[in-house]
């Protein structure tokens, strides 16, 4: 979430526009980070991790279905079903974080002051979206989903 919401997907060098707090204090860590002198640092953002043990998200999600389930109401998403919610399963994030870290330990020579670190975004290539996670969660607990309207959103 570090980058504009935007249907294409993002490079790690383009432009970054946090659009939530969370982001921007992620984004200034990675900045802050970068700083230190000497640190062997590699930068990974990661897509909404889901799988065993990973229930932040997905969890949130399914619970919230649950309620909805309970109480005969439709569930209902902010913005549109357009607006990507990109994932990727624990076991590939856990992957990537050790092969990650095993390259950089491998790197031995000392990045320069100044130098950004190597950033890397892992997600998988399901394009997730907000749309997909409706669908889904309307077939499995059958209840009915949608989007709020512009007004509400802003």
Do not use: C
């Not at 092969?99 to 890397?120: C, D, H, Q, V």
């Amino acid at each position: 979430m570090v980058y504009a919401p935007n249907s294409v997907p993002r490079k790690e060098t383009d432009k970054t526009k946090p659009w939530l707090t969370q982001a921007r204090w992620k984004l200034q860590a990675e900045e802050d980070l970068a700083k230190i002198p000497g640190l062997n640092l590699v930068v990974l953002r990661l897509a909404n991790v889901y799988g065993p043990y990973a229930g932040r998200w997905l969890g949130t999600q399914l619970a919230l279905a649950r309620v909805y389930q309970s109480m005969g109401r439709e569930m209902k998403w902010l913005w549109s079903e357009n607006l990507r919610t990109n994932t990727v399963h624990v076991s590939d994030a856990a992957r990537a974080l050790w092969t990650a870290a095993s390259w950089r330990a491998r790197t031995t020579t000392t990045p320069k002051p100044g130098t950004p670190p190597p950033i890397f975004n892992i997600v998988d290539h399901g394009n997730t979206s907000q749309g997909t996670m409706a669908g889904l969660i309307r077939d499995v607990f059958g209840i009915t989903t949608g989007f709020q309207g512009a007004l509400i959103n802003t």
